[in-house]
């Protein structure tokens, strides 16, 4: 079994940056895609940015030019850094996990609360 856990999350003001950090243990060799989903009050979890073992990253629209998600496959983690952050951008980030491309993601975090204010 693959056991994530986040970091990083914090209080930023608009305009501002975090880095999230998502460490995984356990069964790492099974790992294929990780990748960042959030859920903000009265909306249901969406895909924020997943990124495979070879580096080839995807990105909700939402986010596409403000965030850029990599991997260190040595360290088995993976990064998220969120610039020029607005108030939408608040909400429960998650780590994910899944075992082969394309596949659902099946393995996730506890999350970490993301909140852009002023």
């Known amino acids: 079994q693959v056991q994530v856990v986040e970091s990083g999350g914090g209080l930023v003001q608009p305009g501002g940056s975090l880095r999230l950090s998502c460490a995984a243990s356990?069964?790492?060799?099974?790992?294929?895609?990780m990748g960042w989903y959030r859920q903000a009050p009265g909306k249901q979890r969406a895909m924020v940015a997943t990124?495979?073992?070879?580096?080839?990253?995807n990105y909700a629209d939402s986010v596409r030019g403000r965030f850029t998600i990599s991997r260190d496959n040595a360290k088995n983690t993976v990064y998220l850094q969120m610039n020029r952050l607005k108030f939408e951008d608040t909400a429960v980030y998650y780590c994910?996990?899944?075992?082969?491309?394309?596949?659902?993601?099946?393995?996730w975090g506890q999350g970490t609360q993301v909140t852009v204010s002023s």
């Open positions: 994910a996990t899944n075992s082969r491309l394309g596949g659902s993601y099946t393995t």
């Open positions: 990124i495979t073992r070879a580096g080839n990253a």
């Open positions: 356990g069964s790492i060799g099974s790992i294929a895609g």
